[in-house]
Every structure is written in C-alpha cells, then in structure tokens.
C-alpha cells in the first residue's frame, strides 16, 4: 500500500475521488530518488572514468560529486515544475521552468494506454504511464508520459483514460487508508510457457544485443581517445584471413546463443496476454522492467503473424496486432512472443473472436513473373558488389559476395513462394518476404483506399503492386508482385465499389476501338 505524495501548499496531494481529476496534481513525490536511480545507470560509466582514471586528482572527484548534484537538482526541477490533470475532455501536463512545455491530449484522441515500471520504479511502487494517440508521423505528438505516479494509481489512469470515464475507489473511513474496489476478473488469453525458450536462439536477439552493448562500448572507448573499431578494421584489412574471420564468425555465434535466453527471460518474464472487463486487450510482460500495454479491441484492425527465418525454421511464429495508435514497428504492437506457429494461430482466432484464424486460409499464388523479378533483386545486387571488388579491391574480397550468391537466390527464391494472397468474408489476407515472412490479415471494413504501383519491369512482366491503406498499423499493407488482372480483381471484391469507378472493361473497350 503506498501513501499519498508530500506536496508542497497550494497544491492538492495525489488524487483519491472517484471525479476525473479536474485540478492540478504534481507527480508523486518519490520520483525525486526514482529519476536519480534510473538515470543513474546511464551515467555510471562517466562517474566511474572520472573517479578511477587518472593520477587521482581533486578535480574528478570534485567533477563526479558535481555531476551527481546536477542529476539531484534536474530531477527535483522536474517534480517541482510539473502538474497534470485529466478533465472530461482532455488529459494535460505542464512542465519545464526556463522553457514551459505544455501538453494536451483530447480524451477521445487516445488509442493506447502504457504503463512501465524500470527498476527504479518497481523498488518505489511507481510505473510510468504513456498515453498514446498514434500520431506517431509527427515527431513529438504522440501524447504524453506521466513520469511517475504510485502503481495504484496507474492502474486507475488505465481504467479511467481507456474507459473515457471514471474508474471507482472504495471510500474510506478516518484515519484508514481507501483500497480500490475489486474488478471483474479478466480473461486469460495466453500466457508464458516455458517451452517457448527454444525459439530464443533461433530470434537472433542475443546478436541484437551484442551489437547494442559493442556499440555502446565503441562510444564510451572513442571519448578516451580509443578507436577499437577503426583500428580493428584496419588489422584485418592489412592481415586478411579466412580462418580468422570463421572462426570470429563462430564466437560471435556461440555467444549469441548464450546470450539470447536470458534476454528473451528480460524481455517476456511473466507475459500475460487477457481481455479485460472494460473491453481492452493488455500485454504485460518483463522481469526488471516490467511493461503494459492496453489496446481498445474495437480499434483492432487484424493481426500480422510474423515469422523470422530461423523461427520459421524451428516452426515457430510472433503475433503482432494491426491496430490503431499503434505502429508496426518496435515491440509495442507485440501480443505474443517467440512461440510456436499453432499457438500464435490460436492467439490470433481468440483475439480476432472467429471460428477459423484468417491466416490460415489457403492463399492464391503469384505469377511465374514474379519469381524472375525476386531472384534478379536477389541476385544481381551480389553480382554488381562482386564484379566491382574484384576491380577495384584486393584480391581476398570478391569471393566474399560470390559466396553469398547461392543463399540471396535461396533467399529470392523463398521469398517468392512465401507471396500469396486471399479473401475470406471478414479479412483480405497477404503474405510477403522471406528473411521476416509476414502474414497480415486486415479486415476488410479498415481498408480506405488502395495504392497501386506498377514500375517500368512490372509492366513489362504483367504485374502489380496493390497496397491496402488503412488507418491502423503500418498505414499500408501490400499484395506485391500480382498479376493486373487479379490484383484489380481482388481490390474491387475487397472493398466493392471504391476502385470500381477506375476501372475500365477490356471488352467495352474493345469493341469501342472495333467500332471506330
């Protein structure tokens, strides 16, 4: 149980009515040693080179000392400069003392709710809420976080912002604390097996994060005036070895995989996918961050399974949904991780509320047309890279592409037998690419409009690109290298009569010209 924020007068402590809050409130006072702690971590590497290199001079110390004051003083200006309140009609927040920052967000504008509690946060009870609207086009509009109020109270956000209404609190007599009144139980959906740590070698994310922590290294190595980077490119472009370069190829492999369980574990610790009573989906997942992520299930407008290579190979899947407020990338849109393929086609029919998941449909292949153009963009890129290093380069390069020529036209290849599309009553489904095969099913009611591309060698093959727009989501979603006559075809059953006024029937057309 936490206890309400010391404010100082004239203004009210954290909110404890069931009204919206319709005055101004500060956030909770204990993100004074919350920020310090998570910001902390970023800036220990700098401390600990001021404090330990060196001969020991007064000025490190007097500068790590100095550093961690200025940590202390930019978070109390935040707290102290800060206010929100939520009215019937918009959320708002004020912040910054030179420059004054001022937020708002229209109540009926929010489309996603996200609550994430760092480690600084869970020691403290408090959770940050990100309130999104999806305008993620326009850089610095996509709503606003309240950093950081008390767990309880995030939770009452949730219900409240989501809900476009109020979320109830018990009332409490004098002299005892108010506990909130029960919720309808929600409904399960998925949840984390452990099985499902099979699939964390075969995501590469343990490659992902030897890169993230080689990069941040690299940054910390070039402000000593060391570039490990540089020199180490340098050394094998003077002293080229094959076994060299296999055998770094390997290790880094080996350690990839060693690294991708325990931050598969991080990043979906405790995953819960339910339907809540107040008619949202929510993920919530993480071990030392934890994360929710709340979407309005009448703004769900399909779902994408996602199949990375190795994943596929292992016959495993991801769920991501197609959604508005939600872009298609980074892990927001996630619903269900790394898992097998029958599971995300079971999450996927209960998220959809269908007798058969869409996805599952047996798709209409492509053209012969559309395998020549996937192996020439597979291929010639390779060539080109192979021909100019043999010219230009030392003579160890260019074998390098011709080696990776027989796995782009593998690649190409299978990126050609992944393309399909369908149609069903509810959902047209497509399926493009190779390396992360997708398959998005989108209902057929949240498409707006269509984009047709037709390039100089798709022309001259038959084909087309038809891209379904849609509010929600990647905003376009494509059937790629489609026959024209299909393509047009499949647009106007899709969605009957928004392209059907641009078309022209080859017989009237015909018999025009015979006429003439």
């Known amino acids: 149980m936490t206890t309400p924020a010391e404010v100082p007068a004239g203004l009210p402590a954290a909110p404890e009515f069931t009204e919206p809050l319709q005055e101004w409130h500060r956030l909770h006072v204990r993100m004074l040693v919350v920020r310090p702690l998570n910001e902390g971590v970023a800036m220990l590497v700098p401390i600990l080179v001021l404090l330990f290199t060196g001969n020991g001079e007064k000025w ?15 978070s109390y200006l935040i707290w102290r400069t800060t206010r929100y309140r939520i009215t019937e009609e918009k959320v708002e927040l004020h912040t910054g003392l030179l420059t004054r920052k001022q937020l708002a967000v229209p109540r009926d504008r929010i489309r996603t709710v996200d609550l994430t509690s760092k480690p600084g946060h869970r020691i403290f009870g408090l959770s940050a809420v990100r309130i999104g609207t999806g305008q993620q086009d326009v850089p610095g509009t ?3 976080t309240l950093d950081a109020v008390t767990q309880q ?7 409240v912002l989501l809900q476009k209404g109020t979320a109830p609190r018990a009332v409490a007599s004098e002299g005892e604390s108010a506990e909130p009144v029960p919720l309808p139980e929600s409904e399960v959906i998925s949840q984390l097996d452990l099985k499902w740590l099979k699939y964390a070698p075969l995501s590469l994310s343990g490659l992902v994060a030897i890169g993230a922590v080689f990069g941040v290294l690299s940054n910390y190595a070039d402000d000593l005036g060391l570039h490990p980077v540089q020199d180490l490119w340098e050394w094998l472009f003077e002293n080229p070895s094959l076994a060299l370069i296999a055998a770094f190829l390997v290790g880094l492999a080996v350690v990839g995989l060693i690294l991708s369980v325990p931050l598969y574990i991080l990043q979906f610790w405790n995953y819960r996918l339910t339907r809540e009573p107040d008619g949202t989906l929510r993920v919530q997942r993480g071990l030392l961050t934890t994360r929710s992520v709340s979407v309005e299930e009448q703004r769900l407008r399909g779902v994408d399974i996602q199949e990375p290579l190795l994943v596929r190979a292992g016959k495993g899947a991801k769920l ?11 892990e927001s849109n996630l619903l269900l991780p790394p898992a097998p393929l029958s599971v995300a086609h079971q999450v996927s029919r209960d998220v959809l509320k269908v007798g058969s998941d869409p996805t599952t449909l047996r798709l209409r292949k492509h053209p012969f047309a559309a395998l020549r153009r996937s192996m020439f963009r597979h291929t010639v890129p390779w060539v080109v890279i192979a021909v100019g290093l043999a010219i230009w380069a030392p003579s160890w390069a260019w074998p390098i592409p011709v080696a990776i020529l027989p796995f782009a036209a593998l690649v190409g290849w299978d990126n050609y037998r992944s393309l399909g599309n369908a149609l069903d009553e509810r959902y047209l489904v497509t399926r493009n690419n190779s390396l992360v095969r997708s398959t998005v099913a989108l209902q057929r009611t949240g498409i707006i409009g269509w984009r047709i591309r037709r390039s100089f060698f798709q022309r001259r093959s038959g084909l087309m690109t038809i891209g379904a727009t849609t509010a929600a989501g990647a905003g376009v979603y494509h059937v790629t290298d489609v026959g024209e006559s299909h393509g047009l075809a499949l647009a106007d059953e899709a969605v009957p009569d928004l392209l059907r006024p641009f078309l022209v029937d080859s017989t009237v057309d015909d018999q025009a010209e015979r006429n003439a």
């Open 60 to 74: 490190r110390l007097i500068a790590s000392g100095a550093t961690v004051a200025m940590i202390l003083a930019f």
């Open 142 to 144: 996509d709503g606003l």
């Open 320 to 330: 991501a949904a197609v959604t508005t407020g939600l872009g298609s990338k980074g």
């Open 153 to 159: 109270e995030a939770e009452r956000l949730r219900l």
